[in-house]
C-alpha cells in the first residue's frame, strides 16, 4: 500500500496526542483533493483537514501526523479520533436529466453513479467503488494495528454511546446532522475485506 503526503506549513491543530482508538470516515463533497482542502482555508492557512484522503482511484494521501488532533465535528471525541476522508459527493439533487451536488455543480447521468435509498431528507447518493473499499480496508488495517484499534466496524446509522466505543464508525454516528458516510457505503463489503486481510 502507497501513501503519499502532503504537508501544510499552516494548521491550526488543537494539541498532540498520540493515543487514538477511534477511526471516524466522512465524505469530501467533491471530486478534487484541491477543492475539498481549499473548502478549510485560504492562503495556504487551514483550520482543519482530516489525516488522510481516498480518491477515487484509491489514492491514499496522508494530510496530517495522526498524533494531531483535528476538529472536524467539534466534539470530545475528536481528540482519540484518527479522520479518513473518502472523495464522494454525498447526496445529489435530481433534476432535468441532470444531478447537482450539494454545491451546485452539474452531473450527467453517464459521470456518476448513484444508489437510491431514503434517509435523512435525500435519497440518491452518490456510489462509493470497489477500489475505494480496498484502499480503505487496508488503510484501516494499517492503523488498527499502529494505534491498537480494534477492528470493529458498526453501521453508519447506529446510535450508541461512542464515548467508550473503541473501532471504526462514520460522523453520522455522531449527529443527525451530518449525511456521510451515506447509506450509499456497504458497511459489510468494508467488513469482509478487513477480514480477508487478517485471514
Known amino acids: ?3 503519499g503526503t502532503i504537508q501544510y ?3 491550526n491543530y488543537r494539541l498532540v496526542n498520540e493515543f487514538k482508538d477511534k477511526i471516524i470516515l466522512m465524505n469530501s463533497y467533491s471530486h478534487s483533493l484541491t477543492d475539498f ?3 478549510y482555508g485560504t492562503n495556504g492557512v487551514y483550520k482543519y483537514l482530516p489525516h488522510y484522503y481516498i480518491d477515487k482511484s484509491g489514492n491514499i494521501t496522508k494530510l496530517l501526523d495522526t498524533d494531531k488532533d483535528t476538529n472536524l465535528t467539534n466534539t470530545h471525541l475528536d481528540t482519540n479520533s484518527i479522520y479518513i476522508t473518502l472523495e464522494n459527493l454525498g447526496y445529489l439533487i435530481y433534476k432535468n436529466n441532470t444531478y447537482f451536488d450539494v454545491y451546485n455543480n452539474k452531473y450527467t447521468k453517464s459521470t ?3 444508489t437510491k435509498k431514503k434517509w435523512r431528507n435525500y435519497t440518491i447518493w452518490e456510489s462509493y467503488n470497489d477500489i475505494q473499499y480496498i484502499s480503505l480496508s487496508e488503510l484501516i488495517n494499517m ?4 494505534h491498537n484499534i480494534p477492528l470493529e466496524v ?3 446509522n447506529l446510535k450508541k454511546d461512542l464515548n467508550n466505543y473503541k473501532g471504526i464508525l462514520y460522523r453520522s454516528n455522531i449527529d443527525e ?3 456521510d458516510i451515506s447509506p450509499a457505503f456497504d458497511v459489510e463489503k468494508l467488513t469482509n475485506y478487513l477480514k480477508n486481510l487478517i485471514k
Not at 492503523?143 to 499502529?146: G, M, N, R, S, V
Open 1 to 3: 500500500m502507497e501513501v
Open 9 to 11: 506549513q499552516e494548521f
Open 37 to 39: 482542502i481549499d473548502g
Open 112 to 114: 456518476i453513479n448513484t
Open 143 to 146: 492503523l488498527c494495528a499502529i
Open 154 to 156: 458498526i453501521d453508519n
Open 177 to 179: 446532522i451530518y449525511r
